[in-house]
């Protein structure tokens, strides 16, 4: 599933290439995908993208001051980027097509094969009843956040573990189940802590081994395991770069010792035993 690290990948991949081109028309071809919030079937005919921004997992495109394009990729949404008319692919569901000044058409195509992404077409003052990004917690690599600020945010989640707060995206945006292990095993903190436990310096720690690890993923164009690719059907490569997500049972990068493997808020946690210890009083205990 596509996290912070791919969505900015996919942002940074379209800017230079739809940056500044006008909708020509968006064709939808499977309903169900594209919800328009305006009341008005063409209100994108003729907007100029104005900007592209990223709010956690969600990509922002600006259509001058009073309009917005948003998608949320969630499991398997890509958009593919082409200056030819599209071949119809399996599991293309929309169709913008822009005008770039003196460069002809080009076509961006929303892809999806598992159909859980979703774009909207909405007004700024609209942001707020969808609600996934209204909640959204701040930004990581925000150079404003700093660790008290984050763990008050983890205390409000007292109860929970601190991986299940970590992936609710309203204490941070943007970490899924890869950031979050590679985030806590940076950081030598156990995932069954309880959210709340975090001493100043533990929060310190787990600040900057989530910065250092989305940085790195960000510089890696993401993590390409299955089916995630860029705007230009480029793979990333912090695949290569994981220390823990996906490596159960292997030795520890930096101890040797086997990385233990358990479920937390419904998702597989690996982590290092010896790295990242827990006392029993502070574990949550799954109620
Ligand atoms: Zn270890």
Not at 59 to 75: K, V
Not at 206 to 218: E, I, P, T
Request: with cysteine; net charge positive.
């Amino acid at each position: 599933m596509p996290e912070l690290p791919e969505v900015e990948t996919v942002r940074i991949s379209l800017e230079p290439l739809i940056l500044g081109a006008q909708i020509m028309e968006i064709r939808e071809l499977t309903p169900g995908v594209l919800y328009n919030w305006t009341g008005q079937p063409a209100v994108a005919s003729g907007r100029i993208v104005s900007g592209l921004r990223r709010r956690g997992k969600y990509l922002l495109l600006d259509l001058g001051p009073d309009l917005l394009l948003i998608a949320h990729l969630r499991m398997t949404g890509q958009f593919r980027y082409e200056e030819q008319p599209p071949e119809w692919h399996k599991h293309d569901h929309i169709i913008l097509r822009l005008e770039k000044s003196g460069t002809g058409p080009v076509w961006l195509v929303f892809h999806d094969t598992r159909r859980f992404g979703r774009i909207w077409l909405l007004r700024p003052e609209q942001v707020g009843q969808l609600a996934g990004l209204a909640f959204l917690g701040p930004e990581p690599l925000d150079p404003q956040l700093d660790s008290e600020t984050l763990r008050q945010r983890l205390s409000h989640h007292a109860r929970t573990s601190l991986k299940a707060a970590l992936l609710a995206q309203t204490v941070v945006a943007g970490l899924g189940n890869i950031y979050t292990d590679e985030t806590l095993f940076l950081a030598g903190i156990n995932p069954q802590r309880l959210a709340g436990s975090l001493s100043p310096d533990e929060a310190g720690r787990l600040l900057s081994g989530m910065q250092k690890v989305l940085q790195a993923a960000v510089n890696a164009r993401g993590t390409s395991i299955k089916d995630y690719v860029d705007a230009l059907n480029v793979r990333g490569s912090f695949q290569y770069q994981l220390q823990v997500y996906g490596r159960a049972g292997q030795p520890c990068t930096q101890c040797g010792t086997a990385l233990a493997k358990t479920r937390l808020a419904g998702r597989t946690t690996v982590y290092c035993p010896r790295c990242q210890p827990i006392s029993i009083k502070m574990a949550w205990t799954g109620q």
